[in-house]
């Protein structure tokens, strides 16, 4: 993304109130409630169909559904349970507010529906190429995959939504710590001629262990109505060969837990995420960065989904509510998300550094929240929904966490 370029002549282009670009569910989100809003909204997507398959365990928060009206038809399981495996194997149960599965194409095919239902143009077969400033408008060039034209669209906002992948360091919003904080990834869908174990099917599984070289990974098996997901993920750069050896051992061990007498089929796939610190800059006059690109996932887990559309919905209100100076927007869009999302996100990322420097700090933090249903339950809230005596309690935790630590370490 460019900070400016020569003049060009923008009165024969296209000119358009706000530019998405990418429909996950942040681009999706900000096209859906921006366009119900009356914002004019074109929303751009390299893939030819809106939910194309993606690559995602797509575990969804408690609540998701309702906080952003969405049908409960796109629910796979309802996972009341959740397992977290320590460094060593050893299961640790745990009670959560039901969470929900589902798939991505299911959940970005509906939200894209919804915006366009809403009034959003969405474009697929649109690569995003880059972004210009150019007095107080944005010039958005994309290539049209199709008939494989390069456009350019003039508009006075644009939201980039483009996921891990986004190519934002050559730009205002670059971000050092950025390519240190990629994760690389690796998933079976396993479909079974029979089901598994019925507690399966209302568990998502979390496990961190080292693996054969020492790296540390972090494992899942999220289940699906047809199938199920089971992953890993490791930080920076592996060999595919490697990496799919790694989950094959690891598949094998949750056969043999879950379903060790069916036959199954497996599709393989593999994608990037970012599991770090967020980006520190996010908005710019015109220019707002949400989702994965801003670096909103949850270090410790890869929770993304929801904080990817949350962003979509700031950025959509913070166009509709700047529409009278609309080069505002990006102020209060980039107040609302640090505000909202940048304390957790950052803790979650230091915590993470800290259990996988030592990994029997594993077995500590498991054991703690398998002992207190109410340590679990206060931190599946935000901050901002926690009490006062909630957050001494949270405090108190992490103190009594950290001396075990190192009690632990001496
Ligand atoms: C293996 C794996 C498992 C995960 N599991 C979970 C989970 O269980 N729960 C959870 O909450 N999160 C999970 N995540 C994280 C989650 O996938 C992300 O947080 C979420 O997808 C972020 O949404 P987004 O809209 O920011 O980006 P994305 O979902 O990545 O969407 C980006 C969109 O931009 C489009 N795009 C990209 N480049 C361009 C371009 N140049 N031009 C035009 N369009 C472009 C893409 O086609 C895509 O539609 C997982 C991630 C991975 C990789």
């Not at 009165?11 to 009356?38: K, L, Q």
């Not at 909202?340 to 996988?356: C, Q, V």
């Not at 002992?371 to 935000?382: A, G, P, T």
Request: proline share 3%.
């Amino acid at each position: 993304m460019g900070a400016c370029r020569g003049a060009s002549n923008v009165s024969n282009m296209e000119h358009v109130e706000f530019v998405v670009v990418g429909c996950g569910p942040a681009g999706g989100m900000a096209a859906r409630e921006a366009a119900r809003a009356g914002v004019g909204t074109v929303v751009l997507d390299k893939d030819s169909t809106i939910g194309a398959k993606r690559v995602c365990a797509a575990g969804l928060r408690a609540g998701f559904c309702e906080t952003f009206a969405l049908p409960r038809s796109i629910v796979h399981c309802d996972t009341p349970r959740l397992a977290l495996f320590d460094a060593r194997g050893t299961e640790y149960g745990l009670s959560i507010r039901p969470g929900h599965t589902t798939t991505r194409e299911e959940l970005d095919g509906t939200i894209g529906a919804l915006a366009a239902a809403e009034g959003a143009e969405i474009r697929t077969s649109a690569l995003f190429r880059g972004l210009h400033r150019e007095g107080d408008r944005m010039l958005v060039d994309y290539a049209d995959l199709r008939s494989g034209d390069r456009k350019t669209i003039v508009a006075r906002n644009v939201f980039l939504a483009q996921g891990s992948t986004a190519k934002l360091e050559e730009s205002e919003f670059a971000y050092e710590g950025w390519q240190n904080g990629l994760v690389t990834t690796l998933q079976y869908r396993v479909y079974l001629d029979r089901p598994a174990a019925a507690i399966a099917y209302r568990t998502i599984e979390m496990h961190y262990f080292a693996m054969r070289d020492g790296r540390m990974t972090v494992a899942w098996m999220f289940p699906k109505r047809d199938h199920l997901a089971i992953g890993l993920g490791v930080m920076g750069k592996m060999a595919g060969g490697q990496l799919r050896e790694e989950l094959d051992l690891f598949t094998e061990r949750v056969r043999a837990r879950l379903y060790p007498a069916a036959q199954f089929t497996t599709k393989l796939e593999g994608h990037l995420l970012y599991g770090s610190t967020p980006r520190p800059k996010i908005a710019a006059p015109g220019a707002m960065v949400g989702g994965t690109a801003a670096g909103l996932v949850d270090a410790t887990n890869g929770e993304g989904i929801y904080e990817a559309a949350m962003s979509g919905r700031f950025a959509a209100e913070a166009v509709s509510a700047a529409r009278a100076h609309p080069r505002r927007a990006y102020v209060r869009y980039g107040a609302a998300l640090k505000n909202r999302f940048y304390g957790r996100l950052r803790h979650r990322a230091e915590l993470m550094r800290f259990l996988e420097c030592r990994p029997s700090r594993y077995a500590v933090l498991f054991d703690q929240l398998a002992n207190s249903s109410h340590f679990i339950d206060i931190l599946q809230r935000e901050d901002r929904e926690r009490t006062l005596s909630e957050k001494f309690f949270l405090y108190g935790q992490a103190l009594r966490f950290a001396a075990r630590s190192f009690q632990g370490s001496s």
